[in-house]
């Protein structure tokens, strides 16, 4: 029956989302520890949700033709599996700081914690919203990711700022920078899932 795959499509969708906040859980554990072992478990989160996408993709494929909730939410597991690689690259990016054991200014730590946090955040509501499909959900998300859209930009004109006077150094301003893209990334691709979940 349509009604019950969807439901249990949903649950996976739900499932996914969480395994992304745990990954961001790890890579932050790994960030500010210096440890590189939290990103081997996060890597192999990434691994299951790609896998997932493959799977979930498919079954909203055959559903779509006769189903229009399964044909609205055929690129939700995509999306999802986007987010998971945003997260890839802040791994990849973290591993690069700790075996370099490049320095970031203590501005710099404080605005990636701040992306961390407000992220987890918004990715538990995603979550939650796969499964409740609630509109109000959505919109809460929409405008916290748009936020997290602008708090890069101004990180980034600040941290431009700080490379001009000499408070970070070139070579660790890459590394930040990737990081602080990924989760503007990030933040559109959970928009652009819970968007489409509530359709």
Known sequence: MPGEALKEIKKELYLMLHKSREMLELT????????????????????????????????????????????????V?????????????????????IKEGMLFSDKAIQ??????????????KAGEVAVTGAKKGVEEITAESDAIERMVNE?????????????????????FLCILYAFEDMAAHIKNAVRKISV
Do not use: C
């Open 155 to 175: 990180f980034t004109t600040a941290h431009e700022n700080r490379i001009i006077t000499g408070e970070a150094s070139p070579k660790s301003s890459t590394v």
């Open 28 to 75: 932050e554990d790994a960030f500010a520890k210096n440890k590189v072992s939290p990103l081997d478990q996060a890597e192999e989160l990434a691994r299951e949700i790609h896998d997932k996408e493959d799977v979930l993709t498919e079954k909203l494929a055959k559903l779509a033709s006769s189903t229009p909730e399964a044909r609205a939410i055929i690129s």
């Open 111 to 124: 605005e990636t914690t701040t992306m961390f946090a407000k992220t987890k955040d918004v990715l538990k």
């Open 77 to 97: 597991p995509a999306h999802i599996e986007k987010i998971a690689s945003t997260i890839k690259r802040i791994q990849d990016n973290t591993r690069t700081r």
